[in-house]
């Protein structure tokens, strides 16, 4: 329960701040392409860190990284305040923080899903999972909404609440107690690599998240949103607030339908067709131009998406043994940060070629065509009928 309240409070001062982020940034530039900028700013030292990180949660205690994590983080609220109230935030220094959150987030994603197997019961994993995500999406929406109307007062107003939830979070992670196994670890190479090398050669768990990777690569909208709300839907922070949270409600009444009703049978299929709805969901919000509709489709996103997140970590989790866990999951971090930064990234660039509204369908259109050719691609993962 510690542990579950730690990563509420982290993701919801992390959706904040992620919101004042982006909307300080629109306001200093105005541009698509510095809004790509921070994902792909965010992506590289994540993925340069991905490996060494995975290899330094199989060995330390995971619950202390990933309050270090939460530290890090709310240092980052406060320089951002300070330098708010100073009058001296800038371009340079919004991207110098996304920096630090990609190298963070290089160390938080492996710790806390390796953490979560030795806390639940293998046979109510799947439960808990689904449970998690629950309080995550609970998270995920409030996070966003709130900090839109938090915005309202200012920029320094968010970050300032951002610094106290993750300082939250950090003591909430440091009285999590669990059996950790010390374990001598090789720090060779083929140590290091084992992660990558356990996924490659497991189609299954390839496929899984390597779908995850295409589908919310192309589909993904989460950096254009600034652009939505501002010039194609006319509503200010508090709708982007609202526009970030829908998603997360649709995840949320998919995790609670999930948390009654868990998928037994034909897990593959089911995995492929969410991803094709997340897709079609993806055309809908970036043909909109009415609020509702908008808010509509980024739920059904979500809902979506949940799915395939659910699955996708049960999966991983249950295929992959203790000692390797850290490891699976730095690679499985790597795969999530390239969707989502990197997918940053690819929508600002296209936006700024094409033009936000083309750059969200051509994205929805192409994770369809991703779903339909990883049935070809990865059968074992199509025809997975149990998890």
């Keep these: 329960m510690r542990f579950w309240l730690a990563r509420i409070f982290g993701v919801s001062a992390h959706q904040m701040l992620m919101l004042a982020i982006s909307w300080h940034l ?62 001296q935030a800038s371009r340079e220094l919004i991207f110098a923080v996304a920096l630090v959150l990609g190298v963070t987030r290089a160390f938080q994603m492996p710790s806390q899903q390796a953490i979560t197997p030795l806390l639940v019961p293998k046979d109510l994993f799947q439960r808990a999972i689904a449970m998690s995500s629950t309080g995550v999406e609970v998270a995920i929406i409030g996070g966003p909404a709130v900090g839109g109307l938090l915005y309202l007062s200012g920029a320094l107003t968010v970050y300032v609440v951002c610094a106290v939830l993750f300082s939250c979070s950090t003591l909430l992670t440091l009285w999590v107690r669990y059996d950790h196994v010390v374990r001598p670890n090789s720090l060779g ?103 509702v509709l908008s808010l ?9 998406d949940n799915i395939s997140v659910v699955t996708r970590l049960t999966l991983m989790q249950l295929e992959t043994p203790d000692e390797m866990r850290g490891r699976v999951a730095a690679v499985n971090g790597v795969f999530i940060g390239a969707s989502n930064e990197l997918g940053e990234f690819e929508s600002g660039l296209t936006a700024a070629l094409w033009g936000p509204v083309a750059s969200v369908v051509a994205g929805g259109v192409g994770t369809m065509l991703v779903a339909i050719t990883w049935i070809k691609l990865f059968p074992a993962l199509a025809h997975r009928d149990k998890l």
Excluded: N
Aim: proline letters at 3%; hydrophobic letters at 60%; glycine letters at 10%.
């Design 26 to 87: 629109y306001e200093l530039t105005a541009s698509a392409w510095d809004l790509g900028l921070v994902g792909l700013i965010q992506f590289i030292p994540a993925l340069l860190m991905a490996l060494p990180a995975g290899q330094v949660v199989d060995r330390l205690h995971r619950g202390r990284i990933f309050a270090t994590c939460m530290m890090v983080l709310a240092s980052v609220a406060v320089l951002l305040g300070v330098a708010t109230w100073q009058g």
């Design 189 to 291: 190479w083929q140590s290091l690599f084992a992660g990558v090398a356990f996924v490659w050669e497991r189609k299954l768990l390839l496929g899984a998240i390597s779908l995850d990777l295409f589908a919310v690569l192309l589909g993904g909208a989460t950096a254009l949103l600034p652009i939505f709300a501002r010039d194609i839907l006319h509503v200010g922070p508090d709708g982007l607030g609202l526009l970030r949270s829908a998603p997360a409600a649709g995840a949320l009444c998919m995790s609670v339908a999930m948390t009654r009703w868990p998928i037994k049978r034909h897990v593959g299929y089911k995995l492929l067709a969410a991803v094709a709805v997340f897709g079609l969901a993806s055309v809908v919000f970036g043909l909109s131009e009415h609020f």
């Design 296 to 304: 509509v489709a980024l739920a059904a996103c979500g809902a979506a």
